[in-house]
């Protein structure tokens, strides 16, 4: 299987760390490959800056179709350009909210989800409308760090640690998401850090979420519904 991750930002500082982390979650016959954006946003912190990437990965996505991959992951926990993506291509398209808050509903009840900026709350809201699971959300947390600052790693676990045992202690949540793709490499210890301090709840990684449910699907031979992701009519467009 290949699957071609989107990184949906411009520059390239990010993509071999992006790289490491996708393929760490991979598992055997799987290759990764990686791209950022000819046109964007440096990153992803509100609906205005999604807007502007989204022409940037709809292009990525064109390329994609053409070189043939079996899966593609907009690496963004905003799902940015997914659902304008799949009406174009004929392979699993997804972002990081999706699968990341999907597979927290099978291990949990209440769903807390820790995240960066106030500037994102009111955009996870609007998913999980959506999606229609806002009845599944109990929480849904800051931890004051743009994502630019989460190169920060041991200030990005503390808080997260903080902000994910208050929404356990306060009741609020049952399994806990990571609210941002590029909280990279921190899991495990997160987890760690909750058991020992008596709370055995699963963190769901929404990269490992992504690249295990792209390599489920393509297993299962599915593709995006052309009853909802009808193709876009035939017409004059400026790109």
């Not at 356990?168 to 998401?177: G, M």
């Not at 709840?201 to 995006?224: C, N, Q």
Request: hydrophobic residues 45%; negative net charge; aromatic residues 4%.
């Amino acid at each position: 299987m290949h699957i071609r991750v989107i990184v949906p930002v411009i520059g390239d500082d990010l993509l071999d760390r992006v790289i490491e982390e996708v393929q760490g979650w991979a598992g055997p016959g799987t290759t990764v490959d990686a791209v950022s954006l000819k046109r964007g946003t440096a990153s992803i912190e509100s609906e205005y800056d999604e807007a502007l990437a989204a022409p940037g990965i709809l292009d990525r996505i064109v390329e994609a179709k053409v070189d043939g991959v079996d899966g593609v992951f907009v690496t963004c926990f905003g799902d940015p350009g997914v659902h304008a993506a799949r009406e174009i291509i004929d392979v699993p398209v997804v972002g990081g909210y999706e699968p990341a808050m999907l597979t927290a509903m099978s291990f949990g009840e209440k769903i807390g989800i820790v995240t960066v900026l106030p500037n994102v709350l009111p955009m996870l809201h609007s998913l999980s409308r959506r999606y229609g699971i806002d009845n599944r959300v109990g929480a849904i947390r800051v931890i004051d760090l743009p994502v630019l600052g989460l190169e920060d790693r041991q200030t990005m676990v503390d808080r997260l640690y903080e902000q994910s045992l208050d929404a356990i202690e306060s009741n609020d949540a049952d399994v806990l998401v990571l609210g941002c793709t590029g909280m990279l490499g921190v899991v495990q210890e997160l987890m760690n850090r909750l058991t020992e301090a008596g709370h055995r709840v699963p963190v769901v990684d929404p990269t490992g979420a992504a690249i295990t449910w792209l390599e489920g699907s393509h297993r299962l031979g599915i593709f995006p519904s052309r009853s909802t992701y009808m193709p876009p009519p035939a017409k004059e467009r400026s790109i």
